[in-house]
């Protein structure tokens, strides 16, 4: 199950504002390669891909454990 999905980083400008300059922020997004997952699940506005990438893992790791209960949840017997 945890091969279906993948984490990417990408880096993006937040644009300018009449109070604020342009800036390069970095984001992660969890991917299913199998087929959509139906929402988007991602984090925005870091200041470092170190950290977008830190988040995202800590994100799919959190998304796979609980996959794993539910899968787990299905396969029990029914008392």
């Given at each position: ?6 984490l990417t980083i990408k880096r993006y400008k937040r644009p300018r ?63």
């Amino acid at each position: 199950m945890s091969g279906d999905y993948s984490l990417t980083i990408k880096r993006y400008k937040r644009p300018r504002t009449l109070y604020r300059r342009a800036k390069l922020l970095w984001a992660w997004e969890i991917l299913r390669r199998s087929k959509p997952i139906g929402v988007r699940l991602y984090g925005d506005g870091f200041t470092s891909e170190q950290a977008a990438k830190l988040a995202g893992e800590k994100a799919l790791v959190e998304l796979l454990e609980r996959l794993s209960q539910e899968e787990n949840k299905d396969l029990s017997p029914a008392n």
